[in-house]
C-alpha cells in the first residue's frame, strides 16, 4: 500500500547535537520523498525533497537520504539549534496514479539549549 | 511565507452546519489539494482539482465537497458537520500534474475548524 511509517514519534536532543528521522514505505512505485517541518500554528513548510534517481541530498544544516532497495530514507539535521525545535513529516508520492503526498505520522523535535 | 492563501484562519460552528473554506493557490500553479489534519488520523489527503478538474480523491466524506473555479482558487465544502470534523484544513499548490512526473507541494497556512 501507500503507508508510510516514521519513527521516533519524539526526539529531544541538545543544542549542537545532530537529529535523525527515518521513514519507510512500502509502495515501490514511489519516486518523490518530501520533508516538511510544522510549527505551531503554521502550515507545513517543505525543508527538502529528493527523488528516487538521487540517494543523498544536502542543504546547508540538512541532509535527506534514500535507500530504494530498503524502501527507506532519513532526515538528518546537523549542530541543531532551538529554532529547529518543531514537527517534522516525512511523505511518499508516487509516479503512477494520484500525486496526493502520504505523509508519516510526524515526529516531534526538541531542541534544549 | 509559501504564497498559498486559506481564509478565514479560524471557524467555529455547530453540528449540523455546512462552512465553506478558501483556498489561493500559489501565482501560476494549476493544481490545488485538499488535506485534514487531525489528532488521531494525521495529515490525510482529501481531493486534489487540476485545472477546474477534479483529478484525485482521497479519504473524503460524502458530505463533503469541493471545486476549483476558472481563476483557480478552491473551496472546500463541508455540510451536516459532526464534532468529529473538528481538524485543520490545509491546501496545497502545485506547478503542474506532470505525466510520471512529481509534484512538489506548498501548503497554506490552514483553516483551523472546530464544531461544538
Known amino acids: 500500500g501507500e503507508n508510510v511509517e516514521q519513527h521516533p514519534s519524539t526526539l529531544s536532543v541538545q543544542e549542537g547535537d545532530s537529529a535523525v528521522i527515518k521513514c519507510t514505505y512500502s509502495d515501490s512505485a514511489s519516486n518523490y520523498f518530501p520533508w516538511y517541518k510544522q510549527e505551531l500554528g503554521k502550515g507545513p513548510q517543505l525543508i527538502i525533497d529528493i527523488r528516487s534517481n538521487v540517494g543523498e541530498k544536502k542543504d546547508q544544516r540538512i541532509a535527506v537520504t534514500l535507500n530504494k532497495t530498503a524502501k527507506h530514507f532519513s532526515l538528518h539535521i546537523t549542530e541543531t539549534q532551538p529554532e529547529d525545535s518543531a514537527v517534522y513529516f516525512c511523505?511518499?508520492?508516487?509516479?503512477?496514479?494520484?500525486?496526493?503526498?502520504?505523509f508519516g505520522s510526524g515526529t516531534r523535535l526538541q531542541v534544549q539549549p | 511565507d509559501s504564497g498559498v492563501t486559506q481564509t478565514p484562519k479560524h471557524l467555529i460552528t455547530a453540528t449540523g452546519q455546512r462552512v465553506t473554506l478558501r483556498c489561493s493557490p500559489r501565482s501560476g500553479d494549476l493544481s490545488v489539494y485538499w488535506y485534514q489534519q487531525s489528532l488521531d488520523q494525521g495529515l490525510q489527503f482529501l481531493i486534489q482539482?487540476?485545472?477546474?478538474?477534479?483529478?484525485a480523491k482521497g479519504n473524503i466524506l460524502e458530505r463533503f465537497s469541493a471545486q476549483q473555479f476558472p481563476d483557480l482558487h478552491s473551496e472546500l465544502n463541508l455540510s451536516s458537520l459532526e464534532l468529529g470534523d473538528s481538524a485543520l484544513y490545509f491546501c496545497a499548490s502545485s506547478p503542474q500534474q506532470g505525466a510520471g512526473g512529481t509534484d512538489t507541494q506548498y501548503f497554506g497556512p490552514g483553516t483551523r475548524l472546530t464544531v461544538l
Open positions: 482539482y487540476y485545472n477546474g478538474e477534479e483529478r
Open positions: 511523505a511518499r508520492q508516487s509516479y503512477t496514479g494520484r500525486r496526493a503526498l502520504t
